[in-house]
Each structure stands twice: as C-alpha cells, then as structure tokens.
C-alpha cells in the first residue's frame, strides 16, 4: 500500500475516534434529558467534523 494512502487512513481513523467521544456524551446526555450537554457535545462533534 502506498505510503501517503496509509497516512490518509490512519488520519481518517483518528478524526472518527475523536468524533466519538463528543457523540457518546450527546447520547447520555439525550438519555437524562439534558439538553444544555447535548448542545455542547454536538459543537464538539461539528468542530471535531470540521478539522476531518
């Protein structure tokens, strides 16, 4: 496999798993209803989107 393809995977891989994170927050926070943590958690993941 070419080098810079590996690169652009790896890459790929870690901007999912920092997407992630914020996401799982969003959804406990959806859970228990609150809404002030699920909008946070959502600009998170838009920023974190953004930088991918």
């Known amino acids: 496999m070419i080098a ?6 790896i890459g790929a891989n870690v901007a999912m798993d920092e997407i992630r ?11 228990r209803g609150d809404t ?11 920023a974190f989107n953004e930088d991918a």
Do not use: S
């Open 4 to 9: 810079k393809t590996t690169g652009n995977l």
């Open 21 to 31: 994170t914020p996401m799982k927050v969003f959804k406990e926070a959806r859970a």
């Open 36 to 46: 002030a943590t699920m909008k946070r958690a959502m600009g998170y993941v838009e």
